[in-house]
Nanobody, 126 residues
Framework: QVQLVESGGGLVQAGGSLRLVCAASGRTSSSYTMGWFRQAPGKEREFVAGISWSGGSTYYADSVKGRFTISRDNAKNTVYLQMNSLKPEDTAVYYC???????????????????WGQGTQVTVSS
């Protein structure tokens, strides 16, 4: 079992930045690919970014490419999402997720992830 707790959300003006943090506990010695997803009101949960266990592979949704950066510190069992140049359409609840999968693979389908955090709200005002 893996427990995930997100933090770092908040209210920010358009053009601003936030850094989300996902702290993992439990069976963190296993090799987990990590992902960030988001869900806006009335919309489906969507993939934002993912990172392989080693950190050597990353993948981004087109909507955030060039603005968001995912990273991880395995010594601290922590994954980060640095969000720059935020837009009102980035407003959503952001979720951290984990899956144990072959090295280098980064699923974009939320149903492939086994563990989820409770989410953190990000609100971007115009």
């Amino acid at each position: 079992q893996v427990q995930l707790v997100e933090s770092g959300g908040g209210l920010v003006q358009a053009g601003g930045s936030l850094r989300l943090v996902c702290a993992a506990s439990g069976r963190t010695s296993s090799s987990y690919t990590m992902g960030w997803f988001r869900q806006a009101p009335g919309k489906e949960r969507e993939f934002v970014a993912g990172i392989s266990w080693s950190g050597g592979s990353t993948y981004y949704a087109d909507s955030v490419k060039g603005r968001f950066t995912i990273s991880r510190d395995n010594a601290k069992n922590t994954v980060y999402l640095q969000m720059n140049s935020l837009k009102p359409e980035d407003t959503a609840v952001y979720y951290c997720a984990a899956v144990r999968i072959a090295p280098g693979l980064i699923p974009r389908n939320l149903y492939e992830y086994d563990y989820w955090g409770q989410g953190t709200q990000v609100t971007v005002s115009s």
